[in-house]
Structures are given as structure tokens and as C-alpha cells.
Nanobody, 121 residues
Framework: QVQMVESGGGLVQPGGSLRLSCVAS????????MAWYRRAPGKQRELVAA???????TYADSVKGRFTMSRDSAKNTVYLQMNSLKPEDTAVYYC???????????????WGQGTQVTVSS
């Protein structure tokens, strides 16, 4: 089993920045891909960014150029650096991981508890 714990959420003004962290523990040897998702009020969960295979990152169109996902394997941690935040980025952000890599990363089902990000003036 894998445990995922996110941190770093909070309230920020439009145009501001936040950095989310997610630490994985437990059976981390089973992790081949990691991702960030978010769920805004009244909306379905959506992919924000993913590292489906080593040295490859994919982003939702809505965050390209503003968000950067990175992974520190030595610390079993992934980060989501969020810049130029907009009110529409307000959501609960979830860390995701699992054994499925490449195009099947969406099948992974290890989840964190989520961290709230609110962008408002």
C-alpha cells in the first residue's frame, strides 16, 4: 500500500504563486508514474499535470506555461509549482500515483487527501 500526503495549499491573490508538495510512503517501489489532479466546486476532477514516464511531463492546456511539475525520487516527493494563479485555479488539488506508466497512467489509484487552493482577492 502507498500513502500520499499533500501540503502547501492556501489562499493566494490572483497573480500569486504557491508550491504544492506530495510525499509518498509505503510500497513506493510500486510507483512508476505520478500526477496532480484538481476538483473545483461543482466540476469533475481534471488532470493538472503528470509525469507518466521518467523525464516526461504533460500538462493540461489551462496551466501550460504557468505550472511546473517536478519529482525528487530520492525524497519520494513530487512538487507542483503554480505561478500566475487565477481565480479559476481554485480547487482541491490531489496527488496521484501508481504502477501504471506511459499512456496508462490515468489508471493509477493511489490518492492523497487533497489540499485546498483558493485564488481570490
Amino acid at each position: 500500500q502507498v500513502q500520499m500526503v499533500e501540503s502547501g495549499g492556501g489562499l493566494v491573490q490572483p497573480g500569486g504563486s504557491l508550491r504544492l508538495s506530495c510525499v509518498a510512503s509505503g510500497s513506493i517501489f510500486s510507483i512508476n508514474a505520478m500526477a496532480w489532479y484538481r476538483r473545483a466546486p461543482g466540476k469533475q476532477r481534471e488532470l493538472v499535470a503528470a509525469i507518466p514516464i521518467r523525464n516526461s511531463t504533460t500538462y493540461a492546456d489551462s496551466v501550460k506555461g504557468r505550472f511546473t511539475m517536478s519529482r525528487d525520487s530520492a525524497k519520494n516527493t513530487v512538487y507542483l509549482q503554480m505561478n500566475s494563479l487565477k481565480p479559476e485555479d481554485t480547487a482541491v488539488y490531489y496527488c496521484n500515483a501508481g504502477p501504471h506508466s506511459g499512456p496508462a497512467y490515468y489508471l493509477n489509484d493511489y490518492w492523497g487527501q487533497g489540499t485546498q487552493v483558493t485564488v481570490s482577492s
